[in-house]
């Protein structure tokens, strides 16, 4: 379960860029302050992203949260190995979360995509420590994930962080000027994609990110055409 960890700033991977180059992003962002890593790649299959949740295990080498997306058969495959693996992060499609509680122990971190009032609704009807923590959105519109959801908005992001007790982690078109906003309508953290991992210098970004989240300072603008 989430217990103490820091949930303020995750960054997910982009699938789009190499793997060595991912590599280096995640090891600078870490550097600088990502307190969540979750590995996300649609893109490879099973073997390779058992080896790529390896060799990021040893980048972040605990020095963050660790976390893979979706497949909690790679996780334990590689926990079984020797690598430290947090947890997993579930879309609704995705193993039930119950399921993946079990298998992955009580120490885990499981969090679980929601992105309407029904499925925080069914989130607070599973057993308590089933879930840590909910990933919200989208903020904003962004190319990341063309079919998303539509847009929240920050006042519709509190809407729903509102109506459930669990943590709530903005994702989707967050820009560093979000996220004292976010943070004041309740969120326990934001995740970033390319706002991170597209830009020139990924440690700054994430500097920025943490200032604003940690310290409540005045909004930064993000880097233009920047988005997660």
């Given at each position: 379960?989430?217990?103490?960890?820091?949930?303020?700033l995750?960054l997910v991977?982009d699938?789009?860029?190499p793997?060595?180059?991912?590599c280096?992003?995640?090891?600078?962002?870490?550097s600088?302050?990502?307190?969540?890593?979750?590995?996300?790649?649609?893109?490879v299959?099973?073997?390779?992203l058992?080896?790529?949740t390896?060799?990021?295990?040893?980048?972040?080498?605990g020095?963050?949260?660790?976390?893979?997306?979706?497949?909690?058969?790679?996780?334990?495959?590689?926990?079984?190995?020797g690598?430290?693996?947090?947890?997993?992060?579930?879309?609704?499609?995705?193993?039930?979360?119950?399921?993946?509680?079990?298998?992955?122990?009580?120490?885990?971190?499981?969090?679980?995509t929601a992105?309407?009032?029904?499925?925080?609704?069914?989130?607070?009807?599973?057993?308590?420590?089933?879930?840590?923590?909910?990933g919200?959105?989208?903020?904003?519109?962004?190319?990341?994930?063309?079919?998303?959801?539509?847009?929240?908005?920050?006042?519709?992001?509190?809407?729903?962080?509102?109506?459930?007790?669990?943590?709530c982690?903005?994702?989707?078109g967050?820009?560093?000027?979000?996220?004292?906003?976010?943070r004041?309508?309740?969120?326990?953290g934001v995740?970033?994609?390319?706002?991170?991992?597209?830009?020139?210098?990924?440690t700054?970004v994430?500097?920025?990110?943490?200032?604003?989240?940690a310290?409540?300072?005045?909004?930064?603008a993000?880097?233009?055409?920047?988005s997660s």
């Amino acid at each position: 379960m989430s217990g103490d960890r820091d949930l303020s700033l995750h960054l997910v991977t982009d699938q789009r860029l190499p793997f060595p180059r991912v590599c280096e992003i995640v090891d600078a962002a870490v550097s600088a302050g990502v307190s969540v890593v979750q590995l996300r790649d649609k893109l490879v299959g099973g073997a390779e992203l058992y080896a790529r949740t390896r060799r990021l295990a040893d980048v972040v080498a605990g020095r963050a949260t660790f976390v893979v997306d979706d497949r909690v058969d790679v996780v334990l495959a590689a926990r079984a190995n020797g690598s430290r693996v947090d947890g997993v992060h579930l879309g609704q499609s995705d193993l039930p979360v119950d399921v993946a509680r079990v298998l992955l122990g009580p120490d885990a971190l499981v969090g679980w995509t929601a992105n309407t009032l029904t499925h925080l609704a069914a989130a607070g009807d599973l057993e308590p420590g089933t879930v840590d923590y909910l990933g919200v959105g989208v903020i904003r519109a962004t190319a990341t994930k063309p079919d998303h959801p539509r847009p929240l908005g920050v006042d519709g992001f509190a809407a729903l962080a509102a109506s459930t007790p669990l943590a709530c982690v903005a994702i989707g078109g967050v820009g560093v000027d979000d996220v004292a906003p976010l943070r004041a309508a309740g969120a326990a953290g934001v995740a970033v994609v390319s706002l991170v991992s597209g830009a020139d210098d990924p440690t700054a970004v994430v500097r920025r990110l943490r200032a604003a989240a940690a310290d409540g300072l005045a909004p930064l603008a993000a880097p233009t055409g920047a988005s997660s």
